[in-house]
């Protein structure tokens, strides 16, 4: 594909350039010019070979209904198949938005980049060394009228800090690094270990292995290493010598960190992730969901974890670890008629739906709003009762599991074949089934209605009879397969298996599959039918 061969011809250039590169900077300006230029040179032939539909593109406008749609380069494809074009057709974008931001944060917020630093115990000659690279020759952090103004723009509400970083820099590190670490415990270690991402994580394991002090010599590591570094603040100090990056950390925390039972942490780490991916997807698949009822579903997929197994343990552990992950409301929700709804987290998605990310929107109309949500999603709730997620869904993104669903991915292949003459073949079906999926989990009436609001909004684009009745036929086919808050995590299939007695098993046409007795398990879970989903 031309685009495949474009970022791969990209990549080797971007390489090139910094094998080539013996400075202590990377020149991010001159190589995206290089790689920009290629990509209008792609752009260009694109443009000859068809300018209707590159105009469109370019517009992001619809085109005239006489140009339709078409097959896409995607449709027919295997699922495997299909996986690897799309990761190739993306390696492009993946490496533009790469290009980007590293333009964006050497160029644009150098000094904000800096300063933020300094507050998390950044070395002195990490900013002198930034002063200098943006032109400021001989730059030196004893430019106190300079940095205190700018400093105190940037975060006026720290100005005292800004006064005692300016005037006595050496003293203002020493100070507050000390000052952290003589009230820093074990138990403090601990807790912000199990938060930190896996990046940060296996930074600080790795400094603990090797004497607390790690070097990286090839630039395109240690520029990666940036953001990492900095999220591992106050632990960590970092500075380039020689072409190399140096990272140690702290004699103040040494000590601590010898405490550390590393095998012990990342058996915490691992009941952790598992806490949390169970909270998204309760949050995902019922929208409000009663701590209560994420501790049983935990319990249920991990019943050999012998953390939290205390339910106001684990209420804790969600309060302060979930939301850092942003998988769920950042407040524990109670109703205002008496604060009868028990402490819950909740979706993102009716946080969304509520407005609470509308500037527009005042706290009591989102309060409003989220009772509306509470009204209805509680009774239902205690209608449907609870009966926990799908076994599929265990340890998995909420996304992941749906796209394993036959029933979805026959969605993704109509798509496929059907792509608007103005819109990607590599991203069309992709992104629009992620919004047929979350109408679908969020809807509050009946699959029909998400069927005609998806119609009338124009979501898909339908050309003849034949096309709207395959459409309608797979949405709603799709939507009795997956769970939803109105039957609170469960689907329609789930329901009619919990009325009948019996798991059952369906198509991707919603057709039930006949499973014997002998047979793998259709659940995945490698046991045979009789003694799993058939017991």
């Not at 205190?148 to 006026?156: A, E, G, V």
């Not at 912000?192 to 600080?204: C, H, W």
């Not at 819950?344 to 500037?359: K, L, P, R, W």
């Amino acid at each position: 594909m031309q685009l495949g061969s474009l970022a791969r011809m990209c990549e080797r250039r971007y390489d090139a350039m910094l094998e080539k590169n013996d400075g202590s900077t990377i020149d991010f300006l001159s190589a995206s010019r290089e790689i920009q230029s290629m990509k209008l040179e792609g752009d260009g032939t694109r443009w000859k070979a068809d300018p209707q539909r590159e105009y469109g593109r370019s517009r992001k406008t619809p085109f005239p209904p006489s140009v339709g749609l078409h097959r896409g380069a995607l449709a027919g494809l295997t699922w495997e198949e299909r996986e690897k074009a799309v990761k190739e057709s993306s390696g492009w974008e993946s490496f533009r938005s790469e290009i980007d931001s590293a333009i964006q944060s050497h160029y644009d917020t150098a000094w904000n980049a800096a300063l933020d630093d300094a507050v998390h115990l950044k070395p002195v000659e990490s900013i002198q060394e930034l002063m200098t690279e943006m032109g400021d020759k001989g730059g030196s952090i004893s430019k106190k009228s300079f940095l205190d103004s700018l400093y105190r723009s940037q975060n006026p509400q720290l100005s005292a800090m800004g006064d005692a970083l300016s005037e006595k820099p050496d003293e203002f590190f020493a100070d507050l690094a000390l000052s952290a670490a003589r009230s820093y415990t074990l138990g403090d270690l601990t807790k912000d270990l199990d938060a930190a991402y896996p990046e940060v994580f296996d930074l600080m394991k790795r400094l603990a292995a090797s004497g607390y002090r790690l070097d990286f010599e090839k630039r395109p590591e240690a520029f990666a290493l940036r953001e990492t570094i900095h999220d591992a603040a106050p632990f960590v100090r970092s500075f380039n010598h020689d072409g190399t990056l140096t990272v140690i950390l702290m004699e103040e925390y040494r000590d601590i960190f010898d405490e550390v039972d590393w095998d012990e942490q990342d058996r915490r780490r691992s009941a952790v992730e598992h806490a949390i991916q169970c909270a998204g997807s309760m949050a995902f698949f019922c929208g409000i969901a009663p701590v209560s009822d994420v501790h049983k579903q935990f319990r249920a997929w991990y019943p050999d974890e012998d953390l939290w197994t205390d339910e106001s343990d684990f209420l804790q552990l969600l309060h302060s670890l979930c939301v850092q992950r942003d998988i769920a409301d950042t407040g524990f929700v109670c109703s205002k008629t008496g604060g009868e709804l028990p402490p819950s987290i909740v979706s993102y998605g009716v946080m969304e739906a509520c407005g609470a990310f509308d500037e527009n929107m005042s706290d009591q109309q989102i309060e409003d709003e989220i009772d509306e949500y509470i009204a209805i999603l509680t009774p239902r709730r205690e209608t449907v009762g609870f009966n926990g997620l799908p076994n599929g869904a265990k340890g998995k993104d909420p996304f992941e599991y749906c796209y394993e669903l036959p029933q979805v991915r026959r969605m993704v292949a109509f798509l496929d074949a059907h792509v608007p003459d103005d819109d990607d073949d590599y991203e069309y079906a992709d992104r629009t089934t992620d919004m047929l999926l979350m109408l679908t989990i969020s809807n509050l009436g009946s699959p029909q209605d998400v069927l005609r609001t998806v119609l009338d909004s124009e979501l898909v684009v339908i050309e003849t009879q034949g096309e709207l009745r395959e459409f309608s036929d797979c949405f709603m086919t799709m939507s009795n397969a997956l769970p939803c808050w109105m039957n609170y995590g469960r689907s329609a299939y789930d329901l009619n298996d919990l009325a009948t007695g019996q798991k059952s098993f369906y198509d991707e046409f919603g057709r039930k599959i006949k499973v014997g007795r002998n047979d793998p398990c259709p659940c995945g879970s490698g046991k045979k039918y009789k003694k799993c989903c058939g017991r």
